[in-house]
């Protein structure tokens, strides 16, 4: 079936631009996570979505990050007025229902803010 | 924050050998799974151990879990060059998962 995939693969963009990347879960998977890797480190935990809510934004590093998701599925994340040190991978993960199930991840967006 | 902390950070072997990994964690834990991540790719679940568990093996894969140490190791046995990856431990905390900064082998052919 059908994984978790992520769009866009790549985005380049500008300082101060904002940016919004997409993931779309496996269907019928209710936990939804973002995590960015910058080049070289480990994963950052960003966000964690049950359903259309999300019970832990600690991991958000700045206000210029949000995340949403509508219908228990599709989720973006918004990251406005981009700096240079927000270049990473961003990958999305799903999970079947409870949060310490297996996670699979997407293929990741690679972002490069110039 | 991050829970799961993976060491060697880096480790190089020859084809052929094994390699071990450990991770650590300071709270309790339900369950400690097992991620790699090939270049460029995404993270590939590899194996889930539960605390009441000591040992699992999976194909070239044996995890152990000493709850009492807080810590697991990963042996991947008769390493190949497509082992080559990072590979990341993750803990459940505060009922989601947390991962650590993720071991780096490479194994040379």
């Known amino acids: 079936g059908a994984g978790v995939s992520q769009s866009p693969s790549n985005k380049v963009t500008e300082k101060g631009k904002d940016v919004e990347l997409r993931c779309d879960p496996i269907s019928g998977h209710t936990a939804l996570y973002w995590y960015r890797q910058s080049l070289g480190q480990g994963l950052e935990f960003l966000i964690y979505f049950q359903g259309n809510s999300a019970p832990d934004k600690s991991g958000l590093p700045s206000d210029r990050f949000s995340a949403e998701r509508t219908g228990g599925s599709v989720s973006t994340l918004t990251i406005q007025r981009t700096q240079q040190e927000d270049s990473a991978v961003y990958l999305c993960?799903?999970?079947?229902?409870?949060?310490?199930?297996?996670?699979?991840f997407g293929p990741g967006t690679r972002l490069t803010v110039l | 924050s991050q829970q799961g902390e993976e060491d060697p950070q880096a480790l190089s072997i020859q084809e052929g050998e094994n390699a071990t990994m450990n991770c650590s964690y300071k709270t309790s834990i339900n369950n400690l799974q097992w991620y790699r991540q090939n270049s460029g790719r995404g993270l590939v679940h590899l194996i889930l151990i539960r605390s009441n568990e000591r040992e699992k093996h999976s194909g070239r894969l044996r995890v152990t879990l000493d709850t009492s140490k807080k810590s697991s190791s990963l042996l991947i046995t008769a390493s190949r060059a497509a082992d080559t990856a990072s590979y990341f431990c993750a803990t459940d905390e505060h009922n989601d998962m947390r991962f650590g900064a993720g071991t780096r082998l490479t194994v040379k052919p």
């Open positions: 993960a799903s999970s079947l229902g409870g949060a310490v199930d297996t996670q699979y």
